[in-house]
């Protein structure tokens, strides 16, 4: 079945305790996506990758980190979360940019 | 930058009755992609209903159908014979067609089908 994996889906944590959220595609997608989900502000991009190795910001980069060493992996680190990284993230895969892009379950962070 | 807005927070249909959902883009592209997405209270993102700006005909899948004005950068989403399993969030996004980034979404509206 092609799907996108996030884990955890439900994570609590302390504020300075370094975390990391997998995603995995099993679709052989070049383009991989992390956003957080707001009320009233939709979701929002963090960070997307085209490629192996190849990684950009996207609106709201900060307090996050990427890596994509493998075509099928795009964790996202919290080097030191906080409060206002509370939050609904979302990992997504896709083809290319204006095919369907394809969601993970969603993570829910709280940040305490 | 792009921006979506979706000026409809909150909406409630009867079930089988008929609802649009209004969606407004800000672009300087020409030539870009517009999605409809749902969010049930599964969380899950599920894909509604895609439209190619260059494509004067709207889509419609089954129910949904959009009315895409491109002048006006409008691109509202209609659902026909409105069912209890429509009750979601959704959302509208935008993206260009160039290599690089990704979807822009709105701030989402909320439907609620009554029985």
């Known amino acids: 079945e092609a799907q996108v994996t996030q884990n955890p889906r439900y994570l609590i944590t302390v504020t300075g305790k370094k975390l990391t959220v997998t995603c995995s595609q099993n679709?052989?997608?070049?383009?991989m996506s992390w956003y957080r989900q707001d009320p009233g502000l939709g979701l929002r991009q963090i960070y997307y990758?085209?490629?192996?190795?190849?990684?950009d910001k996207g609106d709201v980069p900060e307090g996050y980190k990427v890596s994509r060493k493998e075509k099928r992996n795009f964790p996202l680190i919290l080097e030191s979360p906080s409060p206002n990284q509370t939050s609904l993230y979302f990992c997504a895969s896709s083809l290319n940019t204006v095919t369907e892009a394809f969601f993970g379950q969603g993570t829910r962070l709280t940040v305490v | 930058a792009q921006t979506v807005t979706q000026s409809q927070p909150e909406m409630s249909v009867q079930e089988a009755e008929t609802v649009t959902l209004s969606c407004t883009y800000d672009?300087?592209?020409?030539?870009?992609?517009l999605f409809w997405y749902k969010q049930p209270p599964s969380r899950q993102m599920i894909l509604v209903i895609r439209?190619?700006?260059?494509?004067?005909q709207n889509a419609t899948e089954n129910r949904f159908s959009v009315n895409f004005q491109k002048a006006a950068k409008s691109f509202s989403l209609k659902i026909s014979d409105s069912q209890l399993g429509d009750t979601a969030m959704y959302f509208c996004a935008f993206i260009p067609n160039n290599a690089g980034n990704m979807l822009t979404f709105g701030g989402g509206t909320r439907l609620m089908v009554k029985p």
């Open positions: 990758s085209m490629n192996v190795e190849v990684t």
């Open positions: 672009t300087s592209e020409s030539n870009y992609y």
């Open positions: 679709m052989n997608h070049e383009y």
């Open positions: 439209q190619e700006a260059y494509k004067q």
